[in-house]
Antibody, heavy 120, light 107 residues
Framework: QVQLQESGPGLVKPSETLSLTCTVSGTSISDYYWSWIRQPAGKGLEWIGRLYTSGSTNYNPSLKSRVTMSVDTSKNQFSLKLTSVTAADTAVYYC??????????????WGQGTLVTVSS | DIQMTQSPSSLSASVGDRVTITCRASQSINTYLNWYQQKPGKAPKLLIYAASDLQSGVPSRFSGSGSGTDFTLTISSLQPEDLATYYCQQSNSMPWTFGQGTRVEIK
């Protein structure tokens, strides 16, 4: 059974960098796409971006200038960095595996999510 | 970006009712459409992918249909455990985008 677990600071100061890690268990991280998605309290879902285990990435243009994703295959982990955060970046952050089959893409499974609050 | 619009934003129905949620894309997305269920305080869960394919383990009362710009998620007989918010998501072109969600309540 594939499981994902997000980890990282729950509180980040404005203008600083948000850093999260997703640890994957139950499968090798290799040869899949892995995505980050966030959800502000009481609001909808926003796709942040994805990476393939080769290191290639695709980011949401709305966040592209501030986002970096990376992978550590030796630890079966992948990571998200979001720079220059503001209160608008306060959200629950989810990591998820992105299936890519015949150009169809979907997210399954998801981590439980981690709340990141941006506040001084 | 492709905009996804769901309707209604919320609904209340009785156990056993047939429930229909619609999702409209701002441009044609073929059948690159997925549905997720998010129960209160939990992560979203995949229900339907490629517009009509039921994810393994999902009850058969859930079904999806549509192509192009108009899609439907149907719950054939609403159960108490279906209390949740449902999201559609397009995977036709990046950035992947979601609908705003439909909250389903039980009368």
């Amino acid at each position: 059974q594939v499981q994902l677990q997000e980890s990282g600071p729950g509180l980040v100061k404005p203008s600083e960098t948000l850093s999260l890690t997703c640890t994957v268990s139950g499968t090798s991280i290799s040869d899949y796409y892995w995505s980050w998605i966030r959800q502000p309290a009481g609001k909808g879902l926003e796709w942040i971006g994805r990476l393939y285990t080769s290191g290639s990435t695709n980011y949401n243009p709305s966040l592209k200038s501030r986002v970096t994703m990376s992978v550590d295959t030796s630890k079966n982990q992948f990571s998200l960095k979001l720079t220059s955060v503001t209160a608008a970046d306060t959200a629950v952050y989810y990591c998820t595996r992105e299936h890519d089959y015949s150009n169809y893409d979907w997210f399954d499974p998801w981590g439980q999510g981690t709340l990141v609050t941006v506040s001084s | 970006d492709i905009q996804m619009t769901q309707s209604p934003s919320s609904l209340s129905a009785s156990v056993g009712d047939r429930v229909t949620i619609t999702c409209r894309a701002s441009q044609s997305i073929n059948t690159y459409l997925n549905w997720y269920q998010q129960k209160p305080g939990k992560a979203p869960k995949l229900l339907i992918y490629a517009a009509s394919d039921l994810q393994s383990g999902v009850p058969s009362r859930f079904s999806g249909s549509g192509s192009g710009t108009d899609f439907t998620l149907t719950i054939s007989s609403l159960q108490p455990e279906d209390l949740a918010t449902y999201y559609c998501q397009q995977s036709n072109s990046m950035p992947w985008t979601f609908g705003q969600g439909t909250r389903v309540e039980i009368k």
